[in-house]
Each structure stands twice: as C-alpha cells, then as structure tokens.
C-alpha cells in the first residue's frame, strides 16, 4: 500500500519474562529494513530502504553490505527472496516503474534488472517464491488486468498478481474477478513482505483500507504438479474467491501478514465454498492500524479453514503486528510489531509478550517489520536473531 510505513516504537509496561529473546546483531547500515528471507545454514539475505540489500553467509555473525542494483539508490526495497548463498531476487515498491526486481547470482557482486512493473499506476507489495523457477508478486489494485477498454472505471479494477515460471525470465499477469477491487477503497501492504502467502492449492493474500480488510485466495481449478513440486500454473484456469476478515477498518489499517501451517488440499478435489471447509489448514493472518500501534482491537485472528471462517483471538497481541510466522519445532507462532513481539501455542487463540530477559538490550523486543526465522528486521538497521531458548516451554 502506497502509505508510508516508517513508525516510532511506543514502550509499553513489561510483562513476566519468558526467555532471553532477540539478540541485536550489526548491520552496517541505517536503512529501514523490510525485507529478510533466512534460508539456513547460516545463509540469510535483507534488504530495506536507499537500495539496501545485505547477506550474510555465517548466521548473522558477519552482515555483508552488497553492491547497489544499477539505478536503484533511491529505491526502496520492501522484499526479498532468496535461492542460495549466491542467487536472490530483491523487489522495491513505489509507484509505477519504481517497483523494479534485480537478480543476483554471483553473492551480489553485481545485479541485473530482470521485470519493472508494467503499469504506471501500479504499486508492489510482496513477493514470493515456492522454488527457483515459480515465484509471485502481489500489488495494489489496477484498473488494467480486467477491463483494457475502461481503463479508468474502478468497477473493473482488480490486485494485480504477476507470476514467473522460469525463475523471473518472464512475468504472465494473472486477472481473475475474484480479484476485483477498488483502487481509491483497498490495496495490500508492504510492511514486511508477507501480506502475500504462496502454498498449495494456492496464492492468498491479505487486505486492508478505507472498504475493509478481506483474505484473497487464488485456487487452481485443476491441481496438477511435476514429481519435482513445481505446480503447473497454466495447465487449468484459476477461481479466486475472497471472505472477508475480523481486522480493523481504515486507510492505514487490515491484514499485513499471512501465514499458514503446510496448506494442504483436503479430501475434497472440486472446490467448495459452502458451509463445509475446503481446506484442512490452519492460519494465523495479523495486522491492525499502523497509526495505532498500541490498540490490540482487530490485531489477529485465525482460521482452521484454509481462510473460509476467521476467528478473532481470544487474547490479541498487545499492538498492531506488521508480521507473523511459525516455528514448527516448537510449534509456536511469533508476530512482531513497532512495540514488542508476541507468541502464540494455541494456534492464534491467545497470545503473550515475549519479553526482554535481564540479560537482553531492554528494547530487543521492539521496532520490528519483518520475520523470517531467526532474524528479524527493523528500522535505522535493525536486526535481531532468535535466542535458540526464547521459545522453549
């Protein structure tokens, strides 16, 4: 969403400590930072504001600065994602041909300019890719995708949804009227690189704005995929259906982050959006208003559905929360926000501070955007690693 993003910690009172958590690590740099993709092994890629884009091949110990994409010093670069220690694909947001994605795949030694968005009113907001060749991108609703003869009536606008299947050499635009939306009322958000999900049997994504927040799902109509995982896109033509969601309601407010425990079709194949639930997943989709980062009305809910039903939290998170994920061998979910982080072992029922121990920096648990386990990112070059304890019982 095309609203700036950049906000200051407000310090609640602390809660009972848990465990040590966030351990602050040097960044080298003092650009917000929005964009982490943690890919093991110690190999880890960020990315954030002023052409940023930082890599570290020893866990954090070491944050190597990259070299600058060609002509994109002044861009913001909301999301990454990354193959290897080599390979990564890094998108900024901004209007029009502002939103950009570079390719690396010399450990970001140099970058090439591979997809610029095609339409001058349009604006990204999150990438991702299920495997090096089948990669999305989300943005802002456009007039384009669904009625070329109408450029201009909101009536036919639509989330633009752009995917690749050969790893970003070409870019198909992917309309459907489950899509519609309207451009001045709804967008998406480019907080931390999650308002998107990528997971079988399709894309979702979350919303916000002045009409509402609403969860997105792109589904294949026939869902065929290769021994390798790869999901054949064009093999069917795609159904998007969207329900709305218990989040608040206004321009800087709706679901920032999307994420689901492995999304897998259920034991039925036809899609059906009666009263019976077409999908055996849980998730956890968290947000709020962002110029309300304290108010924990409309902060969380979940869904045991795939995202037919949403459910607000019993207990929310103590603010707004710009980003959430899972920890499976824990089986815990995590969100962090401008002023704390927030755990959840009851699937998004309830939530508590992850609170700095006596041996933590006292604001650890603060000024976050995005996750990507270990790490976490924040503004003015912030960047944390996960304690290994933090979220053992």
């Known amino acids: 969403m095309r609203s700036a993003l950049l906000l200051l910690a407000l310090v609640l009172p602390a809660a009972a400590n848990i465990h040590a958590q966030w351990k602050i690590q040097d960044s080298h740099t003092t650009a917000s ?26 866990d954090g110990t070491t944050w190597q600065t990259c070299t600058t994409p060609p002509e994109a010093e002044k861009l913001d670069f909301r999301g990454i994602q990354a193959f ?55 943005g802002d609703p456009i ?88 999901i054949d896109v064009e093999a069917g033509e795609w159904r998007a259906i969207n329900w709305v969601a218990p989040f608040s309601s206004g321009a800087a ?26 999908f055996e997943s849980i998730g956890i989709g968290v947000g709020g208003d962002y110029l309300k980062p304290d108010d924990v009305a409309g902060s969380s809910a979940y869904t045991v559905d795939g995202g037919q039903h949403w459910t607000p939290a019993q207990t929310p998170p103590h603010g707004y929360r ?11 979910w995590i969100t962090v926000g401008p002023n704390g982080t927030d755990i959840s072992t009851d699937d998004g029922k309830n939530w508590r501070p992850l609170t700095p121990a006596k ?27 996960l304690n290994p304890t933090a979220l053992k019982p």
């Open 33 to 58: 930072l929005r964009g982490i993709h943690a890919l093991g092994n110690g190999v880890a890629w960020a990315s954030g504001t002023q052409g940023t884009v930082l890599h570290t091949t020893d």
């Open 253 to 278: 407010a709706g679901i920032f982050s999307l994420f689901f425990k492995r999304p897998e079709l259920a034991v039925h194949d036809a899609l059906d959006v009666g009263t019976s639930p077409i």
């Open 359 to 385: 041996t933590d920096i006292s604001d650890s648990d603060k000024n976050w955007n995005a996750l990507s386990l270990p790490f976490v990112v924040g503004p003015k070059g912030r960047i944390g690693k």
């Open 84 to 138: 290897d220690a080599q390979t990564a694909i890094v998108m900024s947001s901004g209007k029009g041909d502002l939103s950009r994605l570079y390719k690396t795949t010399d450990a970001c030694k140099s970058w090439k300019l591979i997809f610029t968005n095609p339409d001058r009113e349009g604006f990204w907001d999150a990438i991702k890719f299920t495997n090096s060749k089948l990669g999305f991108i989300l």
């Open 143 to 230: 007039t384009r995708p669904f009625n070329y003869s109408k450029p201009n009536d909101p009536r036919f606008a639509g989330f633009a949804l752009f995917y690749t299947q050969d790893g970003g050499v070409s870019f198909s635009l992917r309309t459907a009227l489950g899509n519609q939306a309207n451009p001045t009322g709804q967008g998406a958000f480019a907080a931390s690189n999650s308002s998107l999900f990528v997971g079988w049997p399709g894309v979702w994504f979350g919303t916000g704005g002045k009409l509402g927040p609403k969860v997105y799902l792109n589904v294949f109509q026939q869902h065929i995929g290769f021994p390798d995982g790869r």
């Open 322 to 332: 710009s980003a959430v994920t899972y920890d499976a061998p824990t089986k815990t």
